[in-house]
Each structure stands twice: as C-alpha cells, then as structure tokens.
C-alpha cells in the first residue's frame, strides 16, 4: 500500500516538472483521492475499496492513472476470477466496479440496486455516463436486464458463457441439467411461481429490442460444448434475434470447449473491443446556430405538430425517419402529430425548392422541417451553383410560407464522403449546404463526418454494418440516436412559463441572389403542344420500370424525334422534371431568341428505371416574360432504346 502511495507522489511530482506547473490533471487528481469509503487493500497492485450501496457490497479498484472521461468496466459476478480483461483496462486507465447481486439472478430487484450504485459513481465521482459491462454465466442476467431498462447508459456488452434464459439455467429446462437450489432462489428473487416462470417473457432472450434500439455493441465469449449454459438456448438465440433488430453482436466461440475456463487466455479481441465502444468520444458533429425553440413550444403548448422530412431515398425509405418520428413522440406524448414524408428517392436540391409547396406545405403549416440531400447531390453530380441555388431556395421559400418554421440540415453518410474526410478534406456538397445553415442560422448534423470518425475508432464499418448508403437498421439508428443528441442539446432547458414563437427574419442579402426561393412546379396544361406531344392522363411504363409513386400519373409524352412544345412563363429559371427511362433522346430547346441548345436525358441509371430527374435548362435569365421552345431530337444517346422524352411538371422560379 505504502509503495502505491509513493508511486502516484512520484508520479505527480514528474508531471508537474515536466509540464512546468504546479498541478496535474484534473480528473487524475480526483482519482488519487481516497473519497471511496469502506476499506483500503491492494489487489494486483492497484488501490481496491470494499464498501456497501443500497445495503450491497461493492469494490472499486482504482487504476494508477485515469483515463480521459473515467471510462469503467462493470463487474457483474465473481470478482476476481479470470481477472485479465480487468487488469488490461486497469493498466489502460479504466475503473473496475463490481456490486454483488448474484442471489438475485438480473431480477428486478437487482436493477434497482445496480441503479443505485450507477447514481452513486455517475454523480458522486463522475464516472463516464455510459459503463462497459462485463458478465460471466448468470451474470449474463443481469447485465442484459439492466441494459434493457437503461440503454441509455450502456457503452458495450462483453458476455462470457453468459445465461440469457434463466429457463436454461437454473431452470433446466431444457438441455442444461441446471440447478435446483439456484432455481428456487431464482423463483424467490423474481416472486415467481415455476408456472409463471415459464410463461415469463422479460428474459434477456425475450427483450433485446431496447440495446439493439440504443446501438449497443455485443461480444460473446462462448464454449461450443457448454453443457451447463448450452449456447443453442442462450447465445444463439440472443445473436439470431440481435441480428434480426438491427444490432450489432460478435461472438467468439471456443472449439471443444464447456462452460469452463472464462475469457480468453489472451484477452486482447475483448479488451480492444471494450477500448472501442467505452473510451470511444461519440460525439455527434452538429451546430446548434438559430436552435428550435418554436418548435417546442408548438408541441408543449398546442399539443399538435407537424413535421416534415425531405430528402431522397434515405429519407423516403423506412429507417432513421420512422425512428426519430417515435423519438419525438415519445418526448411529446401529449402532442397529436402529422408527419409528412416528402422524400422521393433520386432528387437532389435542383428539384426540392420546386416541389416544396405541393409535396411540404400543401397540408398547412409545418413547425419543423427536415432537409437532406448531400448524398444524392453528390451522385447526380451537381455543381456548387445548383446545389447554392437548391437549398437556398428551400430554406428561403420555407421561412417564406412561415416565418417561425425550424429547419434541420442533415448530411448523410457515403463511401466517398468518409474517403474525403479520411484525407483531411471537407466534401463539396456539405460546405455547400453548410454555407447555407451558417447564413440562415440552421441547425444541421454533420452525419457524414461523424460516421468517418466513428469508423476509425473502429466502431464499426460499411461492409459489416452500414453495408450501403441506403443505412442498415444499425446505421438508420446511429444516424437517429445523433439528430436526437441535437434535440437534447436544443431543449436542454425548461421553456418559459408564457412561452410565444419568435420569426426568423431573412438576410437582406441572398448567397446567390438567382437562388430558387421563388420556385415553383407549373402545370403540363401551361404547355401548348404544337406537335406530336400527348398529354397522357394517367401514365403507366410498358417495362414495369417505374417506382410507385410514378404509376397512374399524369405526364405529357413524345416518342418520335421532332415533336414540338411552347411553354410562356415569367422568372429567372425554367427547366422541366422528367421521368429519364431507358428509351429517352436527346432534347433541344431555345429560350426567347436563343440558339437551340442539345439536352441529353439519358442517365447513368436510366437503363434500369424511368428514373425523376430535374434538368434546368437556364437559371440566369433577367426577370420577365419568356418562352420556352422544346422539341425531340433526331440524335439519342447511344444506350438509348428510343427518342422519347416524358415530362411530369416544368419547373418555373
């Protein structure tokens, strides 16, 4: 003890002569104080304090030099036993806590005292918010039972030989033999009777959807000949079931061997995969700028609220937007909500500022918005002036129709974006966008930048876990959990007592004075068709090459070369949105006097799907009256089928 002591004095003193002051770091020096009660011994060279909480006993070892944050590994049973994991994360800075509730095998009861000891170390020596928990055999009960009723504040999960059914064991239920005397106190713990045991539907089997929900990370450590706690009643129905939610698990299985030894004899998978998740910084990459007052107030105090989301297909899919749709109501479960899903897969900016009012506002006023599109204006290759102009237009048409609306800006994740970040660059697409929150004073969450991080840290990957830029679950709830950090971040305190909503004014000066605010759609009956173009009423392709959302609607069509249309309108932008298929030509058009200029529809993706596509045609007219003159060209790309060209809407701004 005395030779512990002198070290940590040795130690400090270096460090203040080193560093050329007279004090250490902070949280290093809170951990040198002796505030734990209880008793003091040395265990593996380490100061170890037994004390009780909430009439448990409890030990926690101190490491020799704290960790950023006080990260901490959660003992749940048999203290000591195969201690190598514990003494690697000790040596790496990492508390070792442990409280005794084994007699009381994960039930509710055990919570309740787990509770108390994690208010006990969070506050009274702010320990980090989230614990590392480590459970061997039964222990597997409670460190899952306790995750499931605090996700929140759980970093991973290491189970080794864990029981995750206590019908298995120590029920014997099944083809464990179990153990009767653990059985009858396991009955007792939980006030069960045998009849109700077995109907019993809150085993970490049965209730594994709040972790996965909460992106917690999973090993297990298993014998595949385990006849005590047999893998095929309880590790491999928790990695079947796990998988199937979204979540994330590893298992390691040891060949030929039982319930015996515990861990690794090189513990170095478990401990790195401790270091990953519990020391990992998890911040979310967003800017809170103007906030989102208003649209609390319209949720606490109306009790109703309408919330839109617009973007491309990782908006329009099920996934992130359906989880932070929950995320909210759960926050406001008084308030009556309309959620709007006005994304529509393959758009970008060139088309959303046109498409605001019909597919956004045309159900009333919408108290928060939603915006993304930095993947797909990245795919559609769009210039910095398209992609200024696009959501510019958005966010001053949207303060526009109501002043007092909330806007978030999200940057989702892809491969090239997480590329650029890896070489210290910042993706065109998001400084764009993000030129645009800065001068609006717009909320936006940098997802991209905060999944590229992550990734290094090793957390997780794109092939094993986002597995595409259209997110797994696991990474639908990675992107929901970070917009949900900026909703805690933006009502951190309470609201007034007469709380009113402020407007937002709009800058006198635009970024780019030509921007789409004044965008919009103009019908097909605008059009005078002067040759050969059809208005189809309810349009439908041949091929089967076309989403739902574009069967049975209206469009106006060509399929021969030099069909001819006039569009009059008034602006400073005209340009059309097409359904780009497999058999389009090229276009040529001629605005007012202009020569006639060649337009290309055929995509990249336009062999496999009539795909949307906004094409503006000039953006930088001077304001006025003018005339569109399109017609089919007699010259078609090469991979074309055909000469068609088929129109859902002009665009106008």
């Not at 734990?36 to 040395?42: L, Q």
């Amino acid at each position: 003890m005395q030779r512990i002591i002198m070290m940590k004095c040795l130690v400090g003193f270096l460090s203040a002569t080193l560093c050329g002051i007279c004090t250490v770091n902070a949280e290093a020096e809170a951990s040198r104080e002796s505030d734990f009660p209880g008793t003091i011994t040395e265990w593996n060279g380490y100061e170890r304090y037994d004390f009780q909480i909430d009439g448990r006993d409890c030990i926690v070892v101190v490491p020799q030099t704290v960790a950023r944050g006080k990260p901490w590994i959660w003992r749940a049973r048999f203290f000591g036993h195969e201690p190598q994991t514990d003494l690697a994360l000790l040596a790496k800075g990492f508390h070792l806590v442990y409280m005794d509730v084994a007699d009381l095998f994960g039930s509710p009861k055990a919570v309740a005292h787990w509770n108390a000891f994690y208010q006990y170390l969070t506050t009274e020596h702010a320990f980090a918010k989230k614990a590392a928990l480590e459970g061997m055999s039964r222990c597997g009960l409670i460190i899952y039972n306790w995750a499931a009723a605090n996700p929140g504040k759980v970093a991973c999960i290491y189970a080794d030989a864990p029981v995750c059914d206590f019908k298995s064991w120590p029920g014997g239920k099944g083809r464990s033999k179990g153990d009767p005397p653990s059985w009858q106190k396991c009955l007792a713990a939980y006030e069960l009777t045998e009849e109700q045991a077995l109907a019993y539907a809150r085993n970490p089997i049965d209730n594994l959807e709040p972790p996965a929900q909460e992106v917690i990370p999973l090993l297990h450590v298993c014998g595949d000949a385990d006849e005590v706690v047999p893998v095929e009643e309880n590790t491999l129905i928790v990695e079947e079931r796990y998988r199937k939610l979204g979540g994330k698990i590893n298992v390691l299985m040891k060949k030929g061997v039982g319930h015996h030894p515990h861990s690794l004899q090189d513990p170095t998978p478990i401990v790195d995969f401790i270091m990953t998740y519990a020391m990992s910084p998890c911040v979310s990459r967003f800017q809170q700028r103007g906030g989102l007052a208003n649209a609390r107030i319209r949720f606490e105090k109306e009790k109703a609220g309408r919330v839109a989301f617009l973007g491309g297909s990782i908006t329009e899919n099920p996934g992130w937007r359906t989880m932070v749709c929950d995320m909210l109501q759960d926050r406001f479960p008084q308030t009556q909500f309309d959620f709007i899903n006005a994304g529509i897969a393959s758009t970008d900016t060139a088309l959303a500022p046109f498409r605001l009012q019909s597919d956004v506002f045309s159900r009333g006023r919408v108290d928060l918005l939603f915006v993304e599109f930095a993947v797909n204006d990245r795919g559609n290759g769009r210039s910095k002036t398209e992609m200024i102009r696009g959501m510019e237009g958005v966010i001053r048409q949207a303060r526009t129709t109501n002043p007092e609306i909330n806007i978030v800006m999200l940057h989702f994740a892809d491969e090239g974006k997480t590329e650029q970040y890896n070489q210290g660059k910042v993706p065109l697409e998001i400084a764009c966008h993000e030129k645009v929150a800065e001068q609006y004073a717009i909320p936006s969450v940098n997802l991209a930048r905060e999944v590229a991080e992550r990734m290094n840290a090793r957390e997780f990957d794109w092939e094993n876990d986002f597995k595409n830029l259209h997110p797994s679950p696991f990474g639908g709830r990675i992107y929901a959990r970070s917009i949900n950090r900026l909703f805690d971040a933006c009502w951190e305190n309470p609201v007034l007592d007469s709380p009113e909503c402020a407007a937002y004014p709009l800058p006198d000066e635009s970024i780019d004075e030509k921007n789409y605010s004044r965008g919009r759609f103009v019908e097909l009956n605008e059009a005078v068709l002067e040759k050969d173009w059809k208005y189809i009423p309810a349009w439908d392709s041949q091929n089967g090459h076309n989403r739902q959302r574009f069967k049975q609607i209206p469009i106006l069509e060509a399929l021969e070369p030099g069909a001819t249309l006039r569009l009059p309108f008034s602006g400073t932008a005209v340009g059309i949105y097409t359904l780009a298929g497999p058999d389009v030509g090229m276009l040529e058009y001629r605005i007012d006097n202009q020569e006639f200029k060649p337009l290309d529809q055929y995509t990249q993706w336009s062999g496999q799907l009539h795909i949307p596509w906004a094409y503006m045609l000039d953006a930088d007219l001077e304001m006025g009256a003018h005339t569109l003159i399109l017609k089919t060209s007699t010259i078609k790309n090469e991979k074309s089928d055909g000469y068609a060209s088929r129109i859902v809407k002009f665009l106008v701004n």
